[in-house]
């Protein structure tokens, strides 16, 4: 599985954005998705998860009711939809997948496979 992440950007707070990751690989259908993000100088950390089939998601509390993750495995595609920015969430977003579930997805060493970053600058 390769990805690519798009859609980051700057952004004032309280503003939204959304990232998107295409994937390619006939195995994305049956991987869970991710995204993490880091911002500079701390650790890469978990943001959100979907089950493959979408009927699971996992957020990190620090997004929950801010952020939306969404798939659509026709367009092997995932999203991240952010609303609410905050500039505590300036960061490197990163697109992940694994063969896992949404909880342990949290675990970046449980992550099979990394996109390249996307940079999401939110000023105050």
């Known amino acids: 599985v390769q990805l690519q992440a798009s859609g980051g950007g700057l952004v004032q707070a309280g503003g939204s954005l959304r990232l998107s990751c295409a994937a390619s690989?006939?195995?994305?259908?049956?991987?869970?998705m991710g995204w993490f993000r880091q911002a500079p100088g701390k650790e890469r950390v978990f943001v959100a998860a979907?089950?493959?089939?979408?009927?699971?998601?996992n957020y990190a509390d620090s997004v929950k009711g801010r952020f939306t993750i969404s798939r659509d495995n026709a367009e092997n595609t995932m999203y991240l939809q952010m609303n609410s920015l905050k500039p505590e969430d300036t960061a490197v977003y990163y697109c992940?997948?694994?063969?896992?579930?949404?909880?342990?997805?949290?675990?970046?060493?449980?992550?099979?496979?990394w996109g390249q970053g996307t940079q999401v600058t939110v000023s105050s």
């Open positions: 992940a997948a694994a063969f896992t579930t949404v909880q342990a997805m949290a675990i970046p060493e449980r992550v099979n496979y």
């Open positions: 979907i089950l493959w089939s979408g009927g699971s998601t």
């Open positions: 690989g006939r195995t994305f259908s049956r991987c869970t």
